[in-house]
């Protein structure tokens, strides 16, 4: 039992710890785009990176495979308004994502990649469920106004029950993690609803 | 249980979008049908032409007021 609880807590904070890493690194990224005192990258200045790596690690110590599936899901998904651009590795955006998801599932196995992949695109989709309004404002782009909010918020539940599918060990830690931290950084950017 | 919500969810959202679709389309064809008629009956009962603010033959402008017929 004690067993089982421990997995359970390492795998949620593993999670939080790399949802940190992935905001401050999104953050960074919409630095040019988001000139609020919410954004976090500003917040923590010129070491901001530095933080989010030192979250990575933090997170691959207490769980390797959950982690890094999650943050490099977090990287095919943040490409997927990209996915015609070339980058600075000379690949589209599309190529750099099969490349990303065939080498996460060689290394951390198919199941835990495809999760994670599902997983995080619910994520991104709620979040842009409920930001919906303020990204129109803003102008960014946005998944709720590009196919609608309803469709948003129900591939949304559907990409949730798929990843909790295709793995259900781990789901319930997965998803109380990103609950807690999804909640955490919404009162810190308060006001952002 | 999964599998029972996961195929509900999809039923769901290709209904909702094969439903928005059929809207989207029948609302544009109703509009290309009313639209020029409502145009008309505007500028009929407003006397000029609605869009570029040319009067309309001046009995229609004499009848709307109450007043006879007839060309100038």
């Not at chain 1, 040019?32 to 990176?49: I, P, Q, W, Y």
């Not at chain 1, 919906?132 to 949730?160: M, P, S």
């Not at chain 2, 999809?10 to 020029?36: C, E, F, H």
């Not at chain 2, 001046?58 to 100038?72: A, D, E, F, N, V």
Request: aromatic letters at 14%; proline letters at 2%; one cysteine or more.
């Amino acid at each position: 039992m004690l067993h089982v609880m421990c997995e359970f807590i390492s795998i949620m904070f593993s999670v939080i710890f790399s949802g940190i890493a992935i905001k401050i690194a999104d953050d960074y990224l919409d630095q040019d785009m988001d000139k609020s005192e919410k954004n976090l990258a500003r917040n923590l200045g010129s070491g901001s990176m530095l933080y989010a790596m030192v979250s990575i690690a933090l997170a691959a110590s207490l769980n390797t495979s959950i982690s890094i599936s999650l943050f490099l899901a977090s990287y095919i998904i943040g490409m997927f308004h990209d996915l015609r651009s070339y980058f600075p590795s000379r690949l589209n955006g599309f190529q750099e994502s099969s490349i990303i998801f065939i080498a996460g599932a060689f290394l951390l196995g198919w199941k835990m990649m495809l999760f994670s992949f599902f997983f995080v695109i619910s994520i991104q989709l709620i979040d842009d469920y409920i930001d919906d309004y303020k990204d129109e404002l803003v102008g960014q782009r946005n998944w709720a106004h590009r196919i609608g909010k309803v469709e948003c918020f129900l591939l949304f539940v559907l990409t949730l029950l798929i990843s909790w599918l295709i793995n259900e060990e781990v789901f319930p830690a997965v998803f109380v993690g990103a609950v807690v931290l999804y909640t955490t950084i919404l009162y810190y950017q308060k006001g952002r609803l | 249980m999964l599998w029972t919500g996961i195929i509900v969810i999809m039923a769901l959202l290709s209904g909702y979008i094969w439903g928005k679709r059929d809207g989207i389309i029948s609302v544009s064809q109703q509009n290309l049908l009313s639209t020029p008629l409502l145009l008309r009956q505007e500028s009929f009962e407003k006397g000029y032409c609605i869009l570029c603010h040319k009067p309309r033959k001046k009995r229609i402008i004499y009848k709307i007021k109450g007043q006879q017929g007839g060309r100038i």
